[in-house]
């Protein structure tokens, strides 16, 4: 660790926190099943189809 570099991760306000999301990525699964990809794809398109009018400014962002 290296006290002269910080770093600002989004949703994430305590050290419990960043500590736990970084313990999860080491334990989560690599690689996702086709089912995975499917509901995923499904779900993206259900959430883009409800979409409020005033965060349409989003759809730029679509594809990063």
Not at 32 to 46: I, K, P, S, V
């Amino acid at each position: 660790m290296n006290q002269a570099v910080t770093s600002v991760i989004p949703g994430l306000s305590t050290v419990y926190e960043v500590d736990n999301a970084a313990r999860a990525s080491y334990t989560r699964q690599l690689g996702q099943t086709a089912a995975d990809r499917d509901w995923l794809n499904r779900m993206t398109g259900e959430q883009w189809a409800s979409l409020p009018p005033e965060y349409e400014w989003l759809r730029d962002w679509e594809c990063v």
